[in-house]
């Protein structure tokens, strides 16, 4: 149980439910509120603090959530607002905290807004809202910049009176403009909406993009596209000085309830850059990339934890890790896959539950769930459409939850056919099967929350790093407790010290390769 306290958050873990694949009450192959509230007692005996709830508002479901039709409502395939209030009492009742997807940056294209834009005149207030702009060319045939959208292809389409409108990612989600004092006038009505119910924060998506420059000039061609690489500094649709007024506003917003927070997704990878999200009158915490983008290798994962923690430095804020979430490769399979990448993902774990400040875990981590290779056909991801069926899109990391039973869709719907479909051979995988075996990932998990709650060993914002032989990464908290993480390759000697849990077991005094451990030191 979490004691309510005004920081509950510092040092919480928090439990990503990809709604959509968590868990299906209502027996149409799509996770929903009433799944979530079904499994509430597996995240309690999992020891996390609180969940984080990706979209369940309206929506047409072009980006599985992320494409808001009503940010105040419930899709009727999630549930209902009476659901949602039922599921926030019992989490309540089980000491978990509750946070949502708050999705400022667009809207969906079926937005009454959107429709009331497209039915105007260009020029008129409803299309002000949005960023609706003539084309360039003689005749207004090409789009206004060279912006590139993150799913694909132009960040610009075409309507019938000749504009043009921008949207950073699919059509189906035009950007809303934030210089527009009703724009953010009623993401205020959306925060205190929720937090009128009650929710205890927010994650709030694409949280680097509210604000566009001036004039929307054009960027310099980078390679990457913002959401799925490190930002480059000529990337001029996201992190734009301009998006700090906004957070400005939400954190007063914020700030008029008590012990609310808000986490940002901002894929922003200058440590100063991210610090300014951190500001005492900006967001709570700021999801760190770097861990989720490093290789399984000594030098990356030490860059990543020391970036990590300096960007934090100037802040109040305390670090916040990720190892996976709904956008990118499961770690298990990042790390290898099979039984190296499940063994790697052991070690990460305690890796990441070792260091201080919060940490979030993306359902199925508990599990050393892998990506699935998934037929063309299964796909639906619109990275793949958009791409030209060159890029698979994300799909592969959002395969439902296996709970129980030795067949699809084990335990997570009554109907075998899921959203995206499971694949044969998840038996073991299931969170049955592992609850009954002391030696796996969900009992490593368990065992290390339970570990991270109680014991003193984990106090303290500071990483001394330890000396150690090449490519093992050692550090102390200033609570007593050493964590050691072996990517070397080959078995090194244990330091001093009371064995806490280990990733793998330890004898005579060595770590395996690929395994960490926490010693009392
Ligand atoms: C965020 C979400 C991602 C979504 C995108 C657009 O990056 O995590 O899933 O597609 O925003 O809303």
């Known amino acids: 149980m979490t004691t309510p306290t005004a920081d509950w958050w510092r040092e919480a873990v928090f439990y990503q439910v990809y709604i959509r694949s968590f868990a299906d009450a209502s027996s149409d192959g799509v996770g929903d509120l009433a799944g979530i509230r079904s499994r509430l007692p597996h995240l309690v005996d999992l020891g996390v603090d609180a969940l984080w709830i990706t979209p369940f508002y309206p929506s047409p479901m072009a980006d599985h959530g992320y494409d808001v039709a009503d940010p105040r409502d419930v899709e009727p395939t999630f549930g209902d607002l009476s659901g949602f209030d039922a599921l926030l009492a019992d989490a309540h009742a089980a000491g978990l905290k509750v946070t949502v997807d708050l999705v400022p940056n667009h809207s969906s294209d079926q937005h009454v807004w959107f429709q009331e834009a497209l039915a105007s005149a260009p020029g008129s207030p409803a299309r002000a809202r949005y960023f609706f702009r003539d084309g360039r060319g003689p005749d207004g045939s090409e789009p206004p910049n060279n912006w590139p959208s993150v799913f694909g292809g132009p960040t610009w389409t075409r309507v019938p009176d000749g504009q043009w409108y921008l949207h950073i990612f699919a059509p189906e989600q035009p950007d809303l403009d934030f210089a527009n004092p009703e724009v953010v006038a009623d993401l205020e009505e959306t925060l205190h909406f929720w937090l009128r119910r009650g929710v205890d924060g927010f994650r709030i998506d694409v949280a680097h993009g509210m604000a566009k420059p001036d004039g929307l000039p054009d960027m310099a061609p980078a390679e990457d596209t913002g959401l799925f690489a490190d930002d480059g500094p000529g990337d001029l649709r996201f992190d734009q000085d301009g998006v700090h007024a906004v957070h400005r506003r939400l954190r007063a917003v914020l700030d008029q309830y008590e012990d609310r927070m808000a986490v940002g997704e901002c894929w922003v990878f200058d440590d100063e850059r991210l610090a300014a999200y ?244």
Do not use: K
Not at 408 to 425: H, I, V
Not at 458 to 483: I, K, Y
Not at 501 to 506: G, H, K
């Open 278 to 521: 951190l500001r005492p009158d900006e967001l709570h915490l700021a999801f760190n990339f770097r861990l989720l983008t490093a290789d399984w290798e000594a030098d990356s994962l030490r860059s990543a934890v020391q970036h990590s923690l300096a960007a934090v430095a100037p802040t109040p804020a305390p670090a916040c890790w990720v190892l996976s979430n709904h956008d990118r490769p499961r770690h298990v399979t990042r790390y290898g896959g099979g039984e190296l990448g499940t063994r790697r993902a052991r070690a990460a774990a305690l890796l990441q539950l070792a260091l201080p400040g919060v940490a979030y875990v993306y359902n199925g981590d508990e599990l050393g769930m892998p990506d699935v290779d998934l037929p063309d056909e299964a796909l639906q991801d619109p990275i793949w459409e958009r791409s030209g069926h060159t890029e698979r899109g994300r799909d592969a990391c959002r395969v439902p939850v296996p709970w129980s039973g030795d067949s699809p869709a084990y335990g997570f719907s009554t109907t075998p056919d899921t959203w995206l479909p499971m694949p044969a051979g998840w038996g073991p995988l299931t969170a049955e099967a592992q609850a009954a075996d002391p030696g796996s990932m969900l009992s490593l998990y368990r065992s290390a929350l339970a570990l991270r709650r109680s014991s003193s060993a984990f106090t303290g914002e500071d990483v001394q790093w330890l000396p150690a032989p090449e490519g093992v990464l050692a550090f102390r908290r200033s609570g007593g407790l050493v964590c050691l993480v072996n990517l070397s390759g080959a078995p090194v000697p244990l330091p001093e010290g009371e064995v806490l849990l280990a990733s793998e077991a330890v004898a005579d005094s060595t770590l395996a390769a690929d395994a960490a451990v926490w010693l009392q030191g």
